[in-house]
T-cell receptor, first 115, second 111 residues
Framework: DGGITQSPKYLFRKEGQNVTLSCEQN?????MYWYRQDPGQGLRLIYY???????QKGDIAEGYSVSREKKESFPLTVTSAQKNPTAFYLC??????????????FGPGTRLTVT | EDQVTQSPEALRLQEGESSSLNCSYT??????LFWYRQDPGKGPEFLFT???AGEEKEKERLKATLTKKESFLHITAPKPEDSATYLC????????????FGTGTLLAVQP
């Protein structure tokens, strides 16, 4: 089955530690995205990548980093510089980016708790 | 400022009681409007894409419509399994595949 996988489902970290969230897709999509979801707020874009080895900051990139070394993988690192990292993190992908507005397909999410 | 507003924030319906959810937007140029369904603790599930005013899309008990300033998600004869949060997102001119999301409508359908 084609889809997007995120791991782990739940993640607990101590304050001051960096943590990396995994996102893999087998849909052969070019574009991938990371969002953050907090209660009472809409999804907010952290980073996105339109093609391998290229990525752009979204609206709330501070304290996060990404890499796109393979088409199917787009890991997100939450660094100790992120002031409020506890949230539900969602990875998404779309066929392309630019031109026609393509729908984005989401993974199951990772709930990160930092104490 | 580009903005997406969804109303109501929460809606409780009896099984079979039809209703509509609203998504209004203020963007400089609409390229596409998307509806998603999200169950608790899960990622959003894609439902519909609408591109231009007057367009309609249907899927089972759901029908999405679009005007120049808002979109409606009509739910006909809902069932308890339709209970979820429904999210609206907009892509606007000049934003390469960047979506602006509303905060969602939490729908509860009572048997």
């Amino acid at each position: 089955d084609g889809g997007i996988t995120q791991s782990p489902k739940y993640l607990f970290r101590k304050e001051g530690q960096n943590v990396t969230l995994s996102c893999e897709q087998n849909l052969n999509h070019d574009a991938m995205y990371w969002y953050r979801q907090d209660p009472g707020q809409g999804l907010r874009l952290i980073y996105y990548s339109q093609i391998v080895n290229d990525f752009q900051k979204g609206d709330i990139a501070e304290g996060y980093s990404v890499s796109r070394e393979k088409k199917e993988s787009f890991p997100l690192t939450v660094t100790s510089a992120q002031k409020n990292p506890t949230a539900f993190y969602l990875c998404a992908s779309s066929i392309g980016a630019g031109g026609t507005p393509y729908e984005q397909y989401f993974g199951p999410g990772t709930r990160l708790t930092v104490t | 400022e580009d903005q997406v507003t969804q109303s109501p924030e929460a809606l409780r319906l009896q099984e079979g009681e039809s209703s509509s959810l609203n998504c209004s937007y203020t963007v400089s140029g609409l390229r596409g409007l998307f509806w998603y369904r999200q169950d608790p603790g899960k990622g959003p599930e894609f439902l519909f894409t609408l591109y231009s005013a007057g367009e309609e899309k249907e899927k089972e008990r759901l029908k999405a419509t679009l005007t120049k300033k808002e979109s409606f998600l009509h739910i006909t004869a809902p069932k308890p399994e339709d209970s979820a949060t429904y999210l609206c997102a907009v892509q606007f001119t000049g934003a390469t595949n960047k979506l602006i999301f509303g905060t969602g409508t939490l729908l509860a359908v009572q048997p």
